[in-house]
């Protein structure tokens, strides 16, 4: 009975183990999906930018619709 007892005790500690790293690694995920954001944010501005430049370029020469 006893044997049986701790087996239980440990498969617990085990399964409680994998929830933790589970945990852990979707806290990882979390972190990550927000870098990807603030990246994507960035190109955007960066893109924004480029076409106001590209349109201030193409009114300087008096080219375009812009």
Do not use: C, I, Y
Not at 14 to 30: E, N, S
Not at 43 to 53: D, Q, S
Request: proline share 2%; charged share 20%; aromatic share 10%.
């Amino acid at each position: 009975m006893n044997d049986w007892f701790d087996a239980s005790v440990k498969l617990q500690k085990q399964m409680l183990d994998a929830q933790r790293k589970a945990l852990d690694a979707g806290g990882h995920a979390v972190g990550a999906g927000e870098a990807m954001v603030q990246a994507q944010e960035a190109t955007r501005k960066a893109a924004e930018a480029n076409l106001a430049a590209f349109q201030a370029w193409t009114r300087l020469w008096g080219v375009g619709p812009w």
